[in-house]
């Protein structure tokens, strides 16, 4: 679980989040959405220690970030796995030895171990066939599905995911959805998503929050966008005709 208390960040005389308070629970896909230019990605690099707020506090699982020792950082570190938006392999490495990296960086367990836990990762996200193969050599969405192997081999208990669909047909997109909500509960991990893919938000928002000109517009679970009142946020997840259409569908049951 991580807890976000009072938060506010200011760049210069630009204040970017206003005294935001939200709670990021374990075993569910935590997304926050919000329109360009609102303070998602602000608060997300917050919340990971990219950014210093000015105002309150960042806990993980009660830890506040802000007075941990450089020591303990470097503990926390371990524990958090980072899928970016760009999937952001090597492309001199394999996609075995992608996933193998944060274990050669990180973990003291044997060369077997390593192994074992690489392969344990490739079969889970469909990928034990292209392991030889280098990253130009896959397609896009067989990409960030290696990018997830790398994010979970070190057994994260927390995992950040910064639009995991950028670039994506929509299939594909519904993929990998399925398959970090699934990791997500699997494992019990607290995994925060940065998103503007509406599509996601209707199919894994366990947890929505909603961040609008730097404040927290409204915080709730999918099911409860279509009562939530909040017209800044229907604007915003209901602006396709396709969702228009659900919504209408969901207020004539």
């Known amino acids: 679980m991580i807890e976000v208390r009072n938060v506010t960040k200011s760049f210069?005389?630009?204040?970017v989040l206003h005294n935001i308070s939200?709670?990021?629970?374990?075993?569910?896909?935590n997304l926050i959405i919000g329109q360009s230019g609102s303070g998602k990605t602000v608060l997300m690099k917050s919340v990971i220690g990219i950014h210093q707020v000015d105002e309150g506090q960042i806990l993980y699982d009660g830890r506040d970030i802000a007075k941990m020792t450089k020591k303990e950082v470097a503990i926390l570190r371990r524990e958090v796995g980072m899928l970016f938006q760009g999937s952001?392999?090597?492309?001199s490495m394999t996609v075995e030895e992608n996933v193998r990296f944060p274990l050669e960086m990180f973990s003291d367990k044997s060369k077997e171990e390593w192994d074992e836990r690489v392969n344990f990762c490739l079969n889970r996200v469909g990928l034990s066939h292209a392991a030889k193969l280098f990253p130009s050599e896959i397609s896009g969405g067989m990409q960030k599905r290696a990018a997830i192997a790398r994010a979970i081999v070190l057994e994260p208990t927390y995992l950040f995911c910064d639009e995991p669909n950028s670039g994506l047909d929509p299939k594909t997109s519904l993929t990998i959805d399925q398959l970090i909500h699934e990791i997500t509960v699997e494992n019990n991990i607290t995994t925060i998503v940065n998103t503007h893919d509406m599509n996601s938000v209707m199919e894994i928002g366990d947890k929505v929050i909603f961040i609008h000109k730097g404040y927290k517009g409204w915080e709730g679970d999918k099911d409860s966008i279509f009562e939530s009142g909040n017209q800044d946020l229907e604007d915003l997840v209901f602006a396709s005709n396709l969702y228009k259409k659900v919504k209408k569908y969901h207020n004539l049951k």
């Open 22 to 29: 939200a709670l990021f629970e374990a075993g569910k896909t």
């Open 88 to 91: 952001a392999l090597f492309d």
């Open 12 to 15: 210069g005389d630009l204040t």
